[in-house]
């Protein structure tokens, strides 16, 4: 097992650009959740998905887009770059919302918006 | 959103120490979760705790559900360099994952 992986590790955007951060998870969990970590804070839930099809907003919403069309993929877009949106990103998996033990996060996309 | 509070922000401390922190809510919370990030990689969980009181350990650190529910410390014993990192704290509630703003742990030998 890959666990979950993330692509890509490090990205330089321009304000307006857009781009997609990969993230792809071998385990067949149901339950795939998006982070971004600011310098010295906590992780904040942009998006999640508790299966194929079903999506759905965290608190920090604003200026991202997920779909879920396979179990394996939840990518994340950012349509508009912004400075604000500078960050680092983490994808995490687990079988369902209970499943605490069973939880993987990936190693994070280090994103700069210049 | 949730708010968590974690304290103290930063410990620096020396190997063979104990350490001890805390985190706290403005919500109750009916799961808490403790997490470590080493440098440049994504959290791993240390412990769950399921129940008001309840005391549960994982090899040198144990962690403390309050019985308000509203808070939750973490205990490391004798420490060592490895124990260097970000420890988080998390509630979840419904589909959703709170995080505590951490502690950075630094260990000198």
């Known amino acids: 097992n890959a666990g979950v992986t993330q692509t890509p590790k490090f990205r330089i955007l321009k304000i307006g650009q857009s781009m997609t951060l990969q993230c792809t998870q071998d385990?067949?969990?149901?339950?795939m959740y998006w982070y971004r970590q600011d310098p010295g804070m906590g992780l904040k839930l942009i998006y999640y998905?508790?299966?194929?099809?079903?999506?759905d907003k965290g608190e920090v919403p604003n200026g991202y887009n997920v779909s879920r069309s396979t179990t394996e993929d939840f990518p994340l877009r950012l349509e508009l770059a912004a400075p604000s949106q500078t960050s680092v990103y983490f994808c995490?998996?687990?079988?369902?919302?209970?499943?605490?033990?069973?939880?993987?996060f990936g190693p994070g996309t280090r994103l700069t918006v210049l | 959103g949730q708010q968590l509070n974690q304290s103290p922000q930063s410990m620096f401390i020396q190997e063979g120490e104990d350490v001890s922190m805390n985190c706290t809510s403005s919500?109750?919370?009916?799961?808490w979760l403790w997490y470590k990030q080493d440098p440049g990689e994504g959290p791993v969980l240390l412990i769950a705790?399921?129940?008001?009181?309840e005391l549960t350990s994982n090899g040198r650190l144990t962690a403390q559900f309050g019985i308000t529910r509203k808070d939750s410390f973490l205990n490391i014993s004798a420490s060592i360099p490895s124990d260097v990192g970000i420890y988080f704290c998390?509630?979840?509630?419904?589909?959703?994952?709170?995080f505590g703003t951490g502690t950075s742990l630094t260990v000198i030998p």
């Open positions: 995490a998996s687990l079988p369902t919302a209970l499943t605490y033990n069973e939880q993987f």
């Open positions: 998905s508790v299966g194929a099809g079903i999506t």
């Open positions: 385990m067949n969990h149901n339950y």
């Open positions: 919500s109750i919370f009916n799961t």
């Open positions: 705790l399921y129940k008001a009181g």
């Open positions: 998390a509630g979840p509630t419904g589909n959703q994952f709170y």
